[in-house]
C-alpha cells in the first residue's frame, strides 16, 4: 500500500528539492567566513554581519510569501523560488565587493523566504501521513544543511569560494523551468477538521508555540552560524590526519576539515527527521515537543566543555534532537491553523524562526569577543531552559483537553475543549 498519492509524490518531489537548496544555500556563507575574512581583510564578527541582511530577510519575507502563496497556486510561488536564488546565487560569484556581496545575499534571502510557507504548507495539507511526508521533507533540509559545510569546503579548497555559489546556482534554476514546464494540479484539499478557528483559546496557544518557536531559531540559527568555525578552533583530530598526507598540504585544510565534520554532524539530523515524522503521526504533540528540547539540553551543554571527539558526539546528539523536534512543531501548527491560512501561518511562524532569529548574529559578536566563542555555547543553553519552561507552560494550558493527535491514529481527538 503506497504512502502517498501520484499527486503527493509529485509534490514531495519538488518540495524536496525545495527544502534541500533552502538549506544548502543558506549555509554556504557561514562554511567560508574564514576566507571571506581573508579576502576582505576583516575579524570574524564583522563578516558575520555581512550576512545579516541574508538571514533577516529569509525570515521577515517569509509571511507576505504565505499571505501570496494561500491566494495564488502555490506552484508559481515555488517556480520564482527555484528561479530566483538561482539566479542570485549565480550572481553572487562575481561580486568584488564587501556592499555587492551584502546585496546579493540579501536578495537571496528574499527568494529563499517563499519556500517554507509555500513547500511546508503544501504538505501539512496531506490528509494522510502528514507527519511522515513533514519528516521525509525535513530529511532533504537535513541533507541540504549537511551538504553545505561539506561541499561548500571542497569547492572552496579546490576552486575558491565564489566558484560555490556559480555551481550551486545552475541547479535550482533549472528546477524553475523545471516546475513550469511540468506544473502541479490543483492541489486543493479539503477543509480539515483539527483547524479548530472557532475557539478563542487556541490564540493563546498558538502565542505560547511561537514564543517556543522563536527561542528555538534563535538558537538553531545561531549554531548554524558558528558550528564550522567552533570546530576549527576545538577539534583536531581530522585535521591532523588531513595534514598527515603529503598530497593534501595546500591552504584551507584546517577549513576543509572544520567543514567534513560539521557536514557529518548535520547527516545524523535525518534520522531525527524521521523519528520526528513517526511521532508526530502518533503521540502527544506537545509532549513529544517537550520532550526533544529536555533531551537537546544537556548535550548543549557539553558542546562548552567539551574538545575534539567528545565535542564532535555532543553535538551529534544535540542536532539529533534539535532537529527531531521540526515534524512536531509543524504538526502542532496545522492543528492550530485552517487550511486557507496555512501557508500565511507557516509564514508567520519562519518570520519567528528565521527573521527575528537573525539577530542572534549581535548576541554571538559580543560573547566571542569578551568570552570566547566556546561562551555562546552556553548563553544558547540558557535560551534553551527557557524555551523547556515555556513548553511546560503549553502542557499546563492545554491539560485539560484530550491528547493532540494526529487525525489519522484518532479522528475523534481535538486541540479544543
Known sequence: MQLFSKEERKILFFTNAGHFFAHSLILIFPAITTPLAAEFELPFEEVL????????????????????????????????????????????????????LEITLMMMGIFLSLYHPAGIGLLSRFKKNRGMALGINGTFGSIGIAAAPFVAGS????????????????????????????????????????????DPSNTVVFVILCVSMSLAGFVYRGQTLILPSYFEQRIDFLYNFVRSLEFLQLEGTKTLSATILASLVYVVSIFGQILGGKIAD?????????????????FLVMMYFFRDVLLFAASIFFILCSMGMQPVENSLIAHLTP???????????????????????????????????????????????????????????????????????????????
Open 155 to 198: 569547492i572552496n579548497y579546490f576552486l575558491g569560494w565564489r566558484a560555490i555559489y556559480a555551481i550551486m546556482g545552475i541547479f535550482p534554476t533549472l528546477l524553475g523551468i523545471f516546475l513550469c514546464i511540468s506544473g502541479l494540479s490543483d492541489y486543493t484539499p479539503k477543509a480539515e477538521s483539527d483547524a479548530h478557528t472557532g
Open 49 to 100: 554581519k555581512i550576512s545579516f541582511l541574508m538571514y533577516l530577510f529569509y525570515g521577515i519575507g517569509a509571511l507576505p510569501s504565505g499571505l501570496i502563496t494561500d491566494r495564488i497556486h502555490p506552484r508559481f510561488s515555488l517556480a520564482v523560488y527555484f528561479i530566483g536564488i538561482g539566479s542570485f546565487s549565480i550572481l553572487t560569484s562575481f561580486i568584488r565587493t564587501k556592499v555587492q
Open 282 to 298: 502518533k503521540y502527544d504533540l506537545r509532549r513529544a515537543y517537550l520532550l526533544f528540547f529536555l533531551c537537546a539540553l544537556p
Open 339 to 417: 487550511a486557507k491560512w496555512r501557508n500565511t501561518s507557516y509564514g508567520f511562524k519562519f518570520i519567528l524562526t528565521f527573521g527575528v532569529s537573525s539577530v542572534v548574529i549581535y548576541p554571538i559578536g559580543f560573547f566571542q569577543t569578551k568570552y570566547g566563542l566556546q561562551s555562546v555555547f552556553l548563553f544558547f543553553s540558557l535560551v534553551i531552559v527557557v524555551l523547556v519552561l515555556n513548553n511546560t507552560l503549553l502542557i499546563l494550558v492545554t491539560s485539560d483537553r484530550k491528547k493532540l493527535l494526529h487525525p489519522q491514529e484518532k479522528t475523534s481527538s481535538r486541540l479544543s475543549r
